[in-house]
């Protein structure tokens, strides 16, 4: 069994402010910073072995401090950005919400919808499940952090209870908490 502890980033100014962020490269704010101190004097007990994050800034920024704490090196890779919500990044959530008749900015009404010059829920679904099938072939620790953003770490849930893309349910996931799964490899194997 391997254990993924699937961490979302600290706070940014952009998720005090209601603004879709995807792809944009946002830092995390001065609660943000102090948010990922914690997380890193918190999961620093556990035995974690190796630290994956996404590459953008808040998720790195995110993982640095356990990284240092563990004397680990962040292994950053593009897999694990959020959804690229192209022309609506940067827009306040609420406002696209009222324009695509959705609960907020970032749901979907399918999983083959995507916003303008952005990715579909099944392409972000792909794209975590490709990463996890690859990481779980050989995973380099029994304990793994892996940092990123709330859509890869649901899409990361889904794919390891086998949950087909098209029922996966959209529920918030805090900024700097951890959703922690269990996963025998071999079952990911297809």
């Keep these: 069994m391997t254990t993924l502890h699937l961490v979302r980033h600290g706070e940014t100014e952009w998720n005090r402010d209601g603004r879709i962020q995807g792809w944009a490269d946002t830092p995390l704010s001065e609660v943000g910073r ?3 101190r914690e997380l890193a ?3 620093v007990e556990r035995p974690i072995g190796a630290i994956y994050s996404s590459d953008l800034r808040r998720a790195y920024e995110t993982a640095e ?5 563990l004397g680990l090196q962040v292994r950053t890779t593009p897999a694990l ?3 690229h919500f192209g022309d609506n990044e940067g827009r306040v959530a609420a406002e696209v919400a009222a324009e695509l008749g959705t609960r907020s900015g970032t749901t979907w009404h399918g999983a083959d919808d995507r916003h303008p010059g952005g990715e579909s829920i099944r392409e972000v679904y792909s794209r975590v499940a ?8 050989r995973p380099p620790a029994e304990e793994i952090a ?17 949950e087909p893309v098209e ?17 025998d490899p071999l079952s990911l194997r297809r």
């Design 41 to 43: 004097a918190t999961l």
């Design 65 to 69: 401090p356990l990284a240092r704490q």
């Design 167 to 183: 029922t996966v349910v959209w529920r918030a996931v805090d900024n700097c908490s951890v959703t922690t799964v269990e996963v």
């Design 34 to 36: 102090e948010q990922a």
């Design 130 to 137: 490709a990463f996890l099938d690859e990481l779980l072939q």
């Design 81 to 83: 950005r959020e959804r």
């Design 146 to 162: 892996i940092v990123t953003s709330g859509g890869p770490i649901r899409f990361a849930t889904a794919y390891v209870a086998r």
